[in-house]
């Protein structure tokens, strides 16, 4: 995973310095804006390739209601995708709501894959 959503980040890096932060988050928020999932009510996370292994696994892992509000945000987006409109304002979500809600158990699903692929390798040598 070199490249996408779920590779490697210089976040943590940029957070850690103020002077960073001051530049790139301006520039982070316009180009979250630009990127327009935020008008169909999407979350960044909505946006993953659900066709992948890893993230087919994460999915079983959401919580009731976090299904529910996934399942809900795509055919609220895909009717106004059907419409040629987005939502209207006030349905946008927020830069404060869009957290990464499927990221941690993507993460966790890969984590317990390279362990699982570990031990499918381990080598048992008798004396």
Request: proline share 6%.
């Amino acid at each position: 995973m070199l490249f996408g959503p779920l590779s490697l980040s210089l976040a943590p890096y940029v957070k850690s310095s103020r002077t960073l932060t001051k530049w790139i988050t301006p520039i982070a928020n316009w180009y979250a804006n630009a990127s327009g999932y935020r008008k169909y009510g999407f979350k960044y996370d909505d946006l993953l390739v659900e066709e992948r292994d890893d993230v087919q696994r994460a999915l079983t892992r959401l919580t009731v209601r976090e299904q529910y509000d996934r399942a809900y945000r795509l055919k609220r987006a895909s009717q106004a995708s059907v419409l040629h409109a987005p939502l209207p304002k006030e349905q946008w979500t927020k830069p404060a709501e869009d957290v990464r809600y499927l990221k941690p158990h993507v993460l966790e699903v890969a984590k317990e894959d390279a362990e699982r692929q570990m031990w499918d390798t381990l080598v048992v040598k008798r004396n």
